[in-house]
């Protein structure tokens, strides 16, 4: 299947994600960035050249020009009343990430997206997302077996966005470790009952505001239920200084680990891996990927809430099935 025209995708939200998500509609032919919509002044934006901005006011005026809308907000306070909001305009696509929250999400947004006629791709990205595609996959093929995650070392943008939404804290950051130990285990075929605490540890690094009650910050960020109170988490206070110095950059990665045995016994491990330079960036890339699939999707009449499980394979791609059969298969 080619497409005969552009798609046309906005982005609301000028984070580090909607940023990635503009480089990465650059690198896509077949798509064409309208806008980006943004709760700030546009003019107060920096936006490249060529690129408009438009205060999220604005997008109910717009509903005829967007084909899809890439929502790039934060998953804890955000995506939650943004995504069905803006459905309910507009074709989306996110990447809400608190994954024991996904079931009870997907309801809303699918609700919003019924009633309206649209259609709405969560939770995309390399996990939720890529990941779960992976450890779909490696259970239906081994049942009889164990899948584990392993995430890190690396940034993530939903706990570090959390952080930075705690009282007293100016800047934010958090590092998951994964715990080697763990890794090894499951890598030499053990098939160990892991808690999450035992594969993982949520480092921090915090800088706080002037008189803030350092003790509080600490209480809040590792009880945070959903984000890091299952978790060994450390948090660390340093200068503003220092958090520039070493801790702009938002790397990530991991490994999704199944550990299974066929009829006779026979024991096999499938693994797949990401090492990402650049957190927000590759799950942008996810999200323009995903929209042309929302997009295609929707031109066949497909309504409410989706995720990657629902997305058939070829329609991420911008080649026709001929091409994707002659270079892939």
């Known amino acids: 299947m080619t497409l005969a025209k552009k798609i046309r995708i906005a982005i609301a939200g000028w984070g580090n994600l909607g940023k990635g998500a503009c480089q990465a509609i650059w690198q896509s032919p077949d798509t064409h960035l309208i806008c980006v919509f943004s709760r700030r002044d546009p003019a107060s934006l ?45 074709n989306t696509v996110d990447s809400f990430d608190t994954h ?53 070392k690396g940034v993530s943008q939903g ?46 690094y915090v800088v706080p505001r002037k008189g803030a009650d350092l003790d509080a910050i600490t209480r809040t960020i590792q009880t945070m239920p959903a984000y890091f109170s299952d978790y060994h988490t450390q948090v660390h206070f340093i200068t503003e200084e220092e958090f520039d110095a070493n801790h702009t950059a938002m790397p990530h990665g991991g490994f999704v680990i199944h550990s299974g045995k066929t009829f006779s016994g026979s024991k096999h491990i499938i693994e797949y891996s990401l090492k990402l330079d ?44 001929n091409e994707l059969r002659r270079q892939f298969l």
């Open 278 to 321: 650049s957190n927000p960036e590759f799950t942008s890339s996810v999200l323009v990927a995903a929209a042309r699939a929302v997009y295609r999707m929707k031109q066949e009449g497909k309504t409410g809430a989706i995720t990657l499980f629902d997305i058939p394979p070829a329609y991420l791609s911008p080649l026709s099935g």
């Open 159 to 204: 706990h570090s966005d959390a952080i930075r939404r705690v009282s007293g804290v100016k800047k934010g950051i958090q590092y998951t470790v994964p715990v080697e130990d763990a890794m090894h285990r499951v890598r030499s075929g053990e098939h160990p009952l892991l808690s999450t605490r035992d594969k993982h540890i949520r480092v921090c």
């Open 46 to 90: 920096q936006l490249p050249d060529h690129v408009v901005g438009k205060h999220i006011d604005e997008a109910k005026n717009m509903t005829n020009d967007v084909d899809v809308l890439l929502v790039c907000g934060g998953s804890a306070t955000d995506l939650p009343n943004q995504t069905p909001a803006f459905t309910r305009l507009f």
């Open 100 to 152: 024991a929250k996904i079931p009870e999400y997907f309801e809303v947004v699918n609700r919003a997206a019924k009633e309206t006629g649209h259609l709405s791709a969560i939770s995309v990205g390399w996990d939720p997302g890529l990941f779960s595609l992976n450890r779909l996959y490696a259970k239906s093929i081994l049942p009889v077996g164990n899948t584990y995650t392993f995430w890190g």
